[in-house]
Nanobody
Framework: QVQLVESGGGLVQAGGSLRLSCEVS????????MGWFRQAPGKEREFVAA????????DYADSVKGRFTISRDNAKNTVYLQMNSLKPEDTAIYYC?????????????????WGQGTQVTVSS
């Protein structure tokens, strides 16, 4: 039983920054990979970034490399997504997710628990 709650979404102009947070409760005594995904209207949910339990391994979608940074603070049971140089195409609902299987993975179906999402809107 794991609960995830995202926060930090909002409206920002192109070129601006936002930091998303995801607080995890429940099964926090076990290791898990955390991922960020996003879904725009009419599109499939897509991978954004993921981070291993230790933070030693990270993975980013090509579309966000160099602009987004994923990090985690296990003492706070929180995962972050720092988003810089935002573009209108980054507009989407952003979801955090937890994966209790081994390895850092990209597919949506690999993740076991999901937050309810937070809206990010980037205006031009």
């Amino acid at each position: 039983q794991v609960q995830l709650v995202e926060s930090g979404g909002g409206l920002v102009q192109a070129g601006g920054s936002l930091r998303l947070s995801c607080e995890v409760s429940g099964r926090t005594f076990s290791s898990y990979t955390m991922g960020w995904f996003r879904q725009a209207p009419g599109k499939e949910r897509e991978f954004v970034a993921a981070i291993s339990w230790s933070g030693g391994h990270t993975d980013y979608a090509d579309s966000v490399k160099g602009r987004f940074t994923i990090s985690r603070d296990n003492a706070k049971n929180t995962v972050y997504l720092q988003m810089n140089s935002l573009k209108p195409e980054d507009t989407a609902i952003y979801y955090c997710a937890a994966d209790f299987s081994i390895g850092v993975k990209r597919p949506v179906y690999e993740y076991d628990y999901w937050g309810q999402g937070t809206q990010v809107t980037v205006s031009s």
